[in-house]
């Protein structure tokens, strides 16, 4: 029954919107550490704070809502296969 009411809550478009966020939080987390291990302090510090501003978007969609956790996964790992992929 409360699978039920998760269903009828969830949102495609805000859906879509983490899958693209998440998408692009592991492409922000590979730049973010070459930028750590360059020693650039502000930018290293700028692209963690937004890295971190939009998994707590993911998080709070997903407190509301556990269904929102599966375009968080997809997001995930299309994010680190593009990084991985053509971080050649």
């Known amino acids: ?3 039920i009411i998760h269903w009828d809550q969830f949102n495609f478009l805000i859906a879509g919107v983490i899958l693209i966020a ?3 939080i ?15 302090p502000v930018l290293s510090a ?3 704070a937004f890295m971190h501003f939009l998994i707590a978007l993911g998080v709070l969609s997903y ?7 599966i375009p968080i996964m997809i ?11 053509y971080s050649k």
């Open 46 to 48: 700028t692209v963690g």
């Open 26 to 40: 592991d492409g922000m987390y590979a730049y973010y550490t070459l930028a750590v291990t360059k020693k650039k």
């Open 75 to 85: 997001g995930s790992w299309i994010g680190t296969y593009i990084t991985v992929k």
């Open 63 to 69: 407190i509301q809502n556990y269904l929102y956790i």
């Open 22 to 24: 998440y998408v692009c």
């Open 1 to 3: 029954m409360n699978f």
